[in-house]
């Protein structure tokens, strides 16, 4: 698939006590995750970390060309920057990026100035103290508010270095075990401080391609969660099976959490529609929770994204919402193609019996499938829960992550059309 063709009007705004400078770029790179906006910048002579994006638009398509208007606020390396003046005299519609620029994030350490350098010498410590020192300067691959991710570069070969908020420290906790006990569950690590948030990884393989070998994918994830059963007990996990699903299930469906009515919330039909389905969706939960399948080890985020692979087998990344849960919640074939590609049925289809092969001395495999159907459905009210109950009550700014539920929910919707349900005006 080839990458569509973009233009982005890239504004860098950098500030230093009452003074700032703003200068304008334009690119055919992506920037909204904060990749490529120190590269941008070097290549326009300037010089500096991300700290913020502070905004992002996308102005529709010109000549079959993307166009997007971002706004990134960075922390300058001393002496690269020219242009200082007064903030005040930045011209007007800066005026709200500068103040937004001078409320930073409290919560999120890599949004504060100096930052950087601190992470990069703890970076270049733990390499220096494995011979493997840095080669060249980090590039940053992810930089908002619930992480920060580099790929460093070595004479070996590059290292990942990662850094996620105080929510999220468990990653840093579980990822070393699961590295060390389940292979193929989590990068190598090459150094873990929960104290920060950091970790430091090696290097696992390339992102999985947009036509992954689903079946080889879906039989190693069965494995690994087979495997990962008996290590639960000793890593304090929340547990977030179909019991805990059908405790939110009220809260779920309300028009609050639906956002009945408001910009990019269900409208009225489609929340009527959806809060039908709760007898059904009540009575599934209940059958995936009283099934002979032991509860394992959930990633939370399971998609292609958060998988890489080297020499046929895979690696998977990304613990953030680690937990426990009922197996079957948790994978969806469907996820691991890219979200531009609309899956063949037929390959979802054998991708879901090797998988469910994995499972099949504990019940017919007629009954798995039954089961696994439900938990497709089911498994979208476990991954918009991990916003509702998770993101969206943790994060500084919330508007960013307002609706990233609703997708979700709505896939229940056309998932529960696919089951046969049906649902009364």
Known sequence: MSTPLRETTL???????????????????????????TEV?????????????????????????????????????????????????????????LQTARAPLRSVPWMQPGWFADALAWVDAELAAQ?????????????????????????????????????????VEVTPVLARDLPGAAPPVLAADTARGFLLLDDAGREVSEAPDLNALMTQVARLQR????????????????????S???????????????EGG?????TLRLRALQPHLDATLTRLSEDPLPRTLGHGDLHGG????????????????????????????????????????EALAAARDVYLQEWADLAPLDDLRSLYADALVCGELFRALGYVDGLQAEVEDKAEWSTAHLDHLRRVLRLSEGQGWTWVP
């Open 11 to 37: 504004h860098l705004l950098f500030t230093r006590r009452a003074q700032a400078a703003l200068h304008t770029l334009t690119t055919d790179h992506t920037t909204y995750f904060g990749a490529n906006v």
């Open 41 to 97: 910048a070097v290549g326009a002579g300037l010089a500096g970390w991300p700290l913020r994006r502070l905004h992002f638009k996308t102005l529709g398509e010109e000549g079959g060309v993307r166009q997007t208007e971002s706004v990134w606020h960075l922390d300058a390396w001393p002496g690269t920057v020219p242009d200082w003046q007064p903030g005040a005299e930045l011209p007007q519609h800066a005026q709200p990026w």
């Open 131 to 171: 011979d493997r020192p840095r080669t060249d300067e980090p590039v940053v691959l992810k930089h908002w508010q619930i992480s920060a991710l580099w790929r460093v570069p070595t004479g070996s070969g590059p290292v990942y270095f990662k850094a996620v908020p105080a929510f999220f420290r468990r990653e």
């Open 227 to 246: 495997a990962s059963s008996p290590l639960l007990s000793t890593l304090s996990l929340r547990t977030r099976g179909p019991e805990y699903v059908r």
């Open 248 to 262: 939110w299930l009220n809260r779920l469906l309300s028009e609050k959490v639906l956002l009945t009515g408001q």
């Open 266 to 270: 269900f409208t009225p039909d489609e």
């Open 306 to 345: 958060n998988v890489t692979t080297r020499n046929g087998g895979f690696t998977l990344l990304d613990w953030s919402d680690v937990c426990a849960t009922h197996p079957f919640l948790d994978v969806n074939p469907a996820y691991f193609f890219p979200w531009q590609v609309d899956p063949p049925p």
